[in-house]
């Protein structure tokens, strides 16, 4: 159960976030144009939203990510190579890649399991030459 819910901005969020994140907060763009809060369990949210982080920066070809929220989705957005695997592959638990560059660990493993404990998808898709991985379902926990 999430006892530590509450209503989070997402400059709240995302600076917890950023505060327990190995990261410059230049690599982080936020576009909230609707201005939605979050009705989240803080500590563990800002879990799932660093480990995207993380792997954002590790990954994407500029080290940059872009967090866009709107009303049904939270997407993390980077410049990158497509995924070699399925992403349910990449939700398992130890999942590494053949070197550290694709080594996965448990951060996805853990985003997916914050996502579903407040009622969201986590999911994957291509977009143009960029990764989108997302929340979906962001309108059961977004307030203005």
Do not use: W
């Not at 799932?48 to 967090?67: E, F, S």
């Not at 660990?105 to 998808?121: F, M, S």
């Amino acid at each position: 159960a999430l006892v530590e819910r509450g209503i989070f901005s997402m400059d709240e969020i995302l600076k917890e976030a950023l505060s327990i994140a190995m990261i410059e907060p230049g690599c982080v763009t936020l576009q909230n144009p609707l201005g939605l809060s979050l009705n989240v369990d803080l500590k563990l949210f800002c879990v799932a939203v660093k480990n995207l982080i993380d792997n954002a920066v590790k990954y994407a070809a500029d080290g940059k990510i872009l967090i866009r929220l709107n009303a049904e989705t939270m997407d993390f957005i980077t410049l990158g190579e497509p995924l070699q695997k399925d992403f349910s592959y990449y939700k398992e638990a130890f999942v590494k890649g053949t070197n550290a560059k694709q080594s996965f660990g448990l951060g996805l493993y853990i985003v997916d399991n914050i996502a579903k404990a407040h009622g969201l998808k986590f999911l994957y898709r291509r977009q143009d030459e960029l990764n989108v991985f997302y929340f979906e379902g962001i309108e059961k926990i977004a307030t203005l």
